[in-house]
């Protein structure tokens, strides 16, 4: 049992509704916290449409501070970082009422500990350090994230996220040796972050992703959105993120029109919020772009089949698991599938390029049956392997130990 403590939480974006898959793992943290914590929980908002939502979260909280992030400023105020040497991420969240605020809660409250979501929030916890324990959930190494998108897009850009990848990472190494503990979504972000900052390795473990099996789970009164007749393939996600966009694409170029060839009838549904002009345009007589759904729910359990062409991403996808929770196998790409680690016979199948991406979709299309038992395993995988509470109790152990200095502090 882990002493009852004021806990600072802050994350770089408002941890409810949890409709995305950074926003999936705080909403669930923030959860996990305030069952045995007061949580004084400081965050950013950059979309207008959760604003409605701020009542439901100041409920979870003992105290709730919001700053507004207004995206094409914020990228403007970023390109400071370049005079200043930092990286942009840092520059891109700052501000000085988060930074009154989390001194004034210092000051007001005696916070045990600091719990950072994402790197970025490091930069406010470090004013409190050493008075105050930090605990950092980086999620994924955000620095490899924009190494890897550099090849991907034209100079300027591709010099830019060069710069952010190197910037960013000497960062995450300031943070992570700083740090009580620090946390990365699976065994694998672990080794590749150790792998450029060896000297963190007795402080950094993996933490990872969960799913809510209650809440994705098939109900026979569901509703079916699809149109009789249509074999409905389905991608969900927040279509405004790279790694998305770009596997969609892919998926639209290389593989769609080779499975139209043998299945007329066969429509890529994209579902997903802020459809990108470049996801928009791929809207067709084979391409549905719907946007924001009020649940991805239906889509999932009434699909043909699921995929998750993901060539640029990193760590769990909560978008497979919830898939998997729903009864459906997924076809997915090697990095994404060992991060969660079901094989092709629990419902989770391995393709890397178009021709063997293909292949393994074509082979659930035929066969329903198939389709249905790979579900049924692949449900019975998350209920077995993926609750949040296993994960995320991994945090508790740090604060167990945050609480057992305070302890011996007052008794000295």
């Known amino acids: 049992m882990v002493a009852a403590s004021n806990i600072l939480y802050l994350v770089h974006r408002l941890p409810y ?50 700053e507004r992030i207004h995206a094409p400023t914020a990228k403007i105020k970023s390109l400071t970082a370049v005079l200043t040497g930092e990286a942009l991420t840092l520059a891109y969240y700052r501000s000085a009422g988060m930074r009154r605020w989390v001194q004034q809660t210092a000051a007001a409250h005696e916070i045990k500990a600091c719990v950072v979501f994402s790197s970025a929030m490091a930069q406010y916890a470090q004013l409190l350090l050493p008075q105050v324990p930090m605990l950092v959930d980086f999620v994924d190494v955000d620095s490899a994230k924009w190494t890897q998108y550099a090849p991907a897009h034209p100079w300027p850009l ?28 699976t065994p694998n972000e672990t080794e590749l972050f150790l792998s450029q900052a060896p000297e963190c390795a007795a402080r950094v473990q993996a933490m990872g992703n969960g799913v809510d099996a209650g809440f994705f789970a098939p109900d026979p009164q569901r509703e079916n959105p699809f149109a009789p007749g249509e074999q409905a393939v389905v991608f969900t996600g927040a279509m405004d993120y790279w790694p998305n966009i770009d596997g969609v694409c892919w998926f639209v170029a290389d593989m769609l029109p080779k499975l139209i060839e043998r299945n007329p009838q066969l429509r890529f549904y994209v579902v997903g919020r802020s459809p990108s002009p470049q996801v928009q345009a791929l809207a067709g007589p084979h391409v549905v772009v719907t946007g924001t759904v009020p649940d991805v729910r239906p889509y999932l359990q009434h699909a043909s089949a699921v995929v998750a062409p993901l060539r640029v991403a990193r760590g769990i996808q909560n978008k497979i698991l919830e898939a998997m929770s729903m009864e459906q196998a997924v076809v997915t790409v090697s990095s994404c599938a060992d991060a969660i680690g079901a094989t092709a016979e629990q419902g989770l199948l391995r393709a890397d ?22 579900g049924r395993q692949a449900r ?29 502090d007052v008794m000295a």
């Not at 390029?353 to 049956?369: N, R, Y």
């Open 158 to 185: 591709s010099m830019l996220y060069r710069r952010e990848g190197r910037r960013l990472l000497a960062y995450e190494r300031a943070m992570a040796a700083s740090a009580q503990c620090s946390y990365f979504v």
């Open 380 to 408: 019975r995988y998350v209920q077995e392997a993926c609750s949040w509470q296993a994960h995320l109790s991994t945090i508790d152990s740090s604060l167990g130990r945050v609480g057992a200095a305070c302890m011996d």
């Open 17 to 66: 509704p949890p409709n995305k898959g950074d926003k999936v793992r705080s909403y669930h943290l923030l959860r996990h916290l305030q069952k045995n914590h007061q949580v004084f929980l400081g965050t950013f908002v950059d979309d207008p449409d959760d604003l409605q939502h701020l009542p439901t979260v100041r409920g979870m909280c003992r105290d709730l501070h919001v």
């Open 353 to 374: 390029g178009p021709q063997e991406f293909a292949h393994a979709l074509q082979s659930l299309l035929e066969s329903p049956a198939k389709l249905t038992e790979l």
